[in-house]
C-alpha cells in the first residue's frame, strides 16, 4: 500500500510502496475462457495502486497467447475489458495492470498453438 514519507521538516517526500507477498490467481488454465468469471473469482485491490501479474506459461505447437486484464464495475455488476498482453513464447512473464483500488482478473482471450497450460501469480503495490 502506498504511504508517504516526512522529512525533518514535515514535507512529505516520495511514496514507500509495501508490496503484498505473491498469491496465486489462476493454476493451471489450458483452455481459452469463451465467457467472463463470476464476481469472487477476481482480486480485490482496495488501497492498492497497481497488480503484477507473474505468469508461467508451458505448452505444445506453441505460437502465442494472449491475456487479458478485467476491471469489476460494482455499479453495473459487471467486468469490462482493459489491457491486453500477447506472449509469443513459453516461459515466465511479468505483467502489470493500474488497478487503482478495482477488483481484477486476468482472462485468457486468445491462443494459437497445440495446448498450453497458464499460471499466475500476483503482487499488489
Sequence with gaps: MTNVRIDE???????VYDPTVPLLHRSSVTAVEGSDPAES?????????EAR????????????????????????????GGGKRLF???????TTAMCRGQKVYLK??????????????????
Design 108 to 125: 485468457v482471450t486468445a491462443f494459437t498453438g497445440t495446448s498450453f497450460t497458464l499460471s499466475a501469480d500476483y503482487v499488489l503495490s
Design 9 to 15: 521538516n514535515g514535507m512529505s517526500k516520495a511514496p
Design 88 to 94: 509469443t513464447g513459453t516461459g515466465r512473464h511479468a
Design 53 to 80: 501479474f507473474d505468469v508461467d506459461i508451458g505448452g505444445t505447437g506453441f505460437t502465442s497467447l494472449e491475456v487479458q486484464v478485467l476491471f469489476w464495475s460494482s455499479r453495473l455488476s459487471e467486468w469490462f
Design 41 to 49: 473469482a477476481g482480486i480485490d485491490t482496495p488501497g492498492y495502486e
